[in-house]
T-cell receptor, first 114, second 111 residues
Framework: GNSVTQMEGPVTLSEEAFLTINCTYT??????LFWYVQYPGEGLQLLLK?????DKGSNKGFEATYRKETTSFHLEKGSVQVSDSAVYFC?????????????FGQGTILTVHP | NAGVTQTPKFQVLKTGQSMTLQCAQD?????MYWYRQDPGMGLRLIYY???????DKGEVPNGYNVSRLNKREFSLRLESAAPSQTSVYFC??????????FGQGTRLTVV
């Protein structure tokens, strides 16, 4: 079956540090890949996505590149801010629009200190 | 622009009581999901509905039932609540390429 593995957290950084959160996946077919972010007390919201190999998703200074050869979709940001403190989830979806299931990783807690 | 609306936001139940969590979306999506989120466990899929009139079990369906009432609404029912069902429950509506739109969550405590 499909699965997503994220680097274990929590991750603690100082403001303006470089961020990488690793994500690898196992899937049949050609999945779409996503990063979601969850701020305290809220539901998840989409951060970025990539739907085919070598696509780069980007949003709010975050980037991730769909690497089919290494089955990876690592999240990066060049300079984190305190407001980036949240839980980050990597996810994938295979199948068609009506029946592809969304599979999440276990989440990585990021804390950024001033 | 409501998106996904979940009710209630908080609930405390006694062991053995029943309740229904409501979810409605206004984005005309076919697929809707119910997840539970526990500390250190990420999101676990309880049930999902790929389209109106269909429902399927996810990873952790035991103790739950669902109803896809129409295209907009997907409810989750706990028939006899147990302390192990204390969790935060999220409903999500899924767009064509798999982008998920989440509700604000229901924080359920079973005592």
């Amino acid at each position: 079956g499909n699965s997503v593995t994220q680097m274990e957290g929590p991750v603690t950084l100082s403001e303006e540090a470089f961020l990488t959160i690793n994500c690898t996946y196992t899937a049949t077919g050609y999945p779409s890949l996503f990063w979601y972010v969850q701020y305290p007390g809220e539901g998840l919201q989409l951060l970025l996505k990539a739907t085919k190999a070598d696509d780069k998703g980007s949003n709010k200074g975050f980037e991730a590149t769909y690497r089919k050869e290494t089955t990876s979709f690592h999240l990066e940001k060049g300079s984190v801010q305190v407001s980036d403190s949240a839980v980050y989830f990597c996810a994938l979806r295979t199948g068609g629009t009506s029946y592809g299931k969304l599979t999440f990783g276990q989440g990585t807690i990021l804390t950024v200190h001033p | 622009n409501a998106g996904v609306t979940q009710t209630p936001k908080f609930q405390v139940l006694k062991t053995g009581q029943s309740m229904t969590l409501q979810c409605a979306q206004d984005m005309n999506h076919n697929s809707m999901y119910w997840y539970r989120q526990d500390p250190g466990m990420g999101l676990r899929l309880i049930y999902y509905s790929a389209s109106e009139g269909t429902t399927d079990k996810g990873e952790v369906p035991n103790g739950y039932n669902v109803s896809r009432l129409n295209k907009r609404e997907f409810s989750l029912r706990l028939e006899s609540a147990a302390p192990s069902q204390t969790s935060v429950y999220f409903c999500a509506s899924i767009a064509g390429f798999g982008e998920a739109f989440f509700g604000q969550g229901t924080r359920l405590t079973v005592v």
